[in-house]
């Protein structure tokens, strides 16, 4: 029986695919099938968009070229084992980059799709090709690429159309912000946004325990740490909503966590060169933020109640804010922005610098009075907020000691401690000396490498028999693999 693509087929290629002009769609269908024959040529594809725009299945979302997405309604056309379909390999490709092929097994071809409960026939094979990551940091107003790009499929040409906004304009991926009349106001907009079903949001908010993989990792200092790590679909969600709709929440320029630009060097330099440094730790920081705090931030920040509330809840789980998921960091920077601004407005009157990297706050001071002051004022602002002081990490250090600040030592100039150091020189004589047991462990060393030469505490002699290191080491393992394969 001969494969009919028709209108529910071309609905959910679009929405697979969008934003998405005709000559991309086309390209996407044929890659799908295996076979451009059954799919109907562009000018067929065009007259067909245009009456699904009629009926408000689809809108004309960009131009130069001309690109389409589907709408909400034209969502709910699909039939449920096509909406299931059309979300999986939407999250799959949205997950980065990375250029992929599609593939439907050739029983499909057997099948008249006019027949929607024929889509149950349709069967994904998604084959990864080499990928980078394309989500930026979440301080960064993100542009994702196309997922149509990843096929290399389609014409780029440009309308004259002026109307309509290029796709360097649809703040919101899919559509532009204007569409949702400046900002997304509920579940119906986050899914046409994300370009995802509502039941595909819905259900990952009332059985979050399936999407996400829990476990343990150790810490430096004896314990471990627990880690709720969302599965792709819910991660993908997550990213799209850490760079799409949370990228703007403030966060104090006296944060320096997370954010773009800035790292525990740039946080530890604020130290430098002080009388006593003192260090206090948030206790179980992401653990004390709950699903209300989330949502009273983002109604604070004027995001809508119904948008708000969905998005607290898919970014909590169990109640709190997880270790995992990529819109915590983001989220919890931005709870403690006005406690960051306020401390820094009182250390300003007392001589004091204020610095925070995730749950570690650290002031300095000639005075230790006022350090002792403002931990006490540190203390009480925290409990006002459902928050408290891990007291076996509070500590005060003077310059006779070694001030650690977030790992490094901040007496003179901010630098890895001697201990770290001596360690990593011990790693590089082992490896000059027994370079084939440190095949493979190159990229490592290399890491350890650029670590230390960006605090300049390296010799040019050191440096260099580093670099000879590594590179006897590469080609050892690349002499390995050849042997291997050949």
């Given at each position: ?9 071309i609905v959910w290629g679009l929405s697979v695919i969008q934003p998405a002009s ?465």
């Amino acid at each position: 029986m001969a494969l009919t693509i028709n209108k529910d087929i071309i609905v959910w290629g679009l929405s697979v695919i969008q934003p998405a002009s005709i000559s991309e769609l086309r390209g996407f269908l044929c890659a799908v099938t295996q076979d451009e024959n059954v799919v109907p040529d562009g000018d067929y594809l065009a007259v067909t968009v245009k009456e699904l725009i009629l009926i408000h299945n689809v809108l004309k979302v960009a131009t130069k070229p001309a690109r389409y997405s589907v709408t909400h309604k034209g969502g709910i056309r699909l039939t449920k084992k096509l909406r299931y379909l059309r979300d999986r390999m939407r999250l799959f490709l949205l997950k980065d980059s990375a250029y992929g092929r599609f593939h439907l097994s050739s029983d499909v071809l057997d099948q008249n799709l006019d027949d929607a409960s024929s889509s149950s026939s349709i069967g994904l094979k998604y084959q990864d090709a080499q990928r980078s990551n394309s989500f930026l940091a979440a301080d960064q107003k993100a542009i994702w690429p196309l997922v149509s790009e990843q096929f290399q499929i389609g014409s780029t040409s440009a309308s004259d159309d002026k109307n309509t906004p290029t796709y360097a304009d649809l703040d919101c991926y899919s559509f532009d912000s204007a569409y949702f009349e400046g900002s997304l106001k509920n579940t119906s907009d986050l899914s046409e946004a994300i370009g995802v079903s509502i039941r595909l949001i819905t259900s990952i908010c009332k059985k979050k325990e399936k999407h996400y993989r829990s476990f343990e990792i150790p810490k430096k200092r004896g314990g471990t740490r627990p880690i709720d790590s969302p599965r792709t679909f819910l991660k993908v969600i997550q990213k799209w909503i850490n760079d799409y709709f949370i990228y703007d929440l403030k966060q104090s320029n006296y944060c320096y966590s997370y954010k773009k630009g800035v790292s525990i060097k740039s946080h530890a330099q604020c130290h430098e060169k002080q009388n006593y440094v003192a260090c206090v730790d948030i206790e179980d920081f992401y653990g004390s933020l709950t699903k209300d705090h989330i949502y009273n931030l983002l109604l604070k920040n004027n995001k809508a109640h119904s948008i708000a509330k969905v998005v607290s809840d898919l970014c909590t789980f169990n109640n709190k804010l997880p270790q995992g998921a990529p819109t915590s960091p983001i989220l919890s920077n931005a709870f403690l922005y006005d406690l960051d601004n306020y401390l820094v407005s009182e250390c300003e009157g007392l001589n004091v610098t204020y610095s925070r990297f995730a749950d570690d706050i650290t002031i300095s001071s000639d005075s230790k009075e006022n350090l002792i002051r403002l931990i006490s004022m540190i203390k009480n602002c925290l409990r006002s907020l459902g928050l408290s002081l891990k007291d076996s990490k509070t500590r005060i250090l003077h310059k006779s000691q070694k001030q650690l600040v977030t790992g490094l030592v901040v007496n003179e100039i901010a630098k890895p401690a001697r201990t770290y150091r001596r360690r990593i020189r011990a790693i590089f004589h082992k490896a000059k000396l027994y370079p084939d047991s440190f095949k493979g462990k190159e990229k490592v060393l290399q890491g350890y490498l650029s670590y230390l030469s960006s605090y300049n505490c390296l010799s040019s002699d050191t440096q260099s028999d580093y670099k000879q290191t590594i590179l006897n080491i590469k080609n050892l393992t690349s002499s390995s693999n050849r042997d291997k394969n050949s």
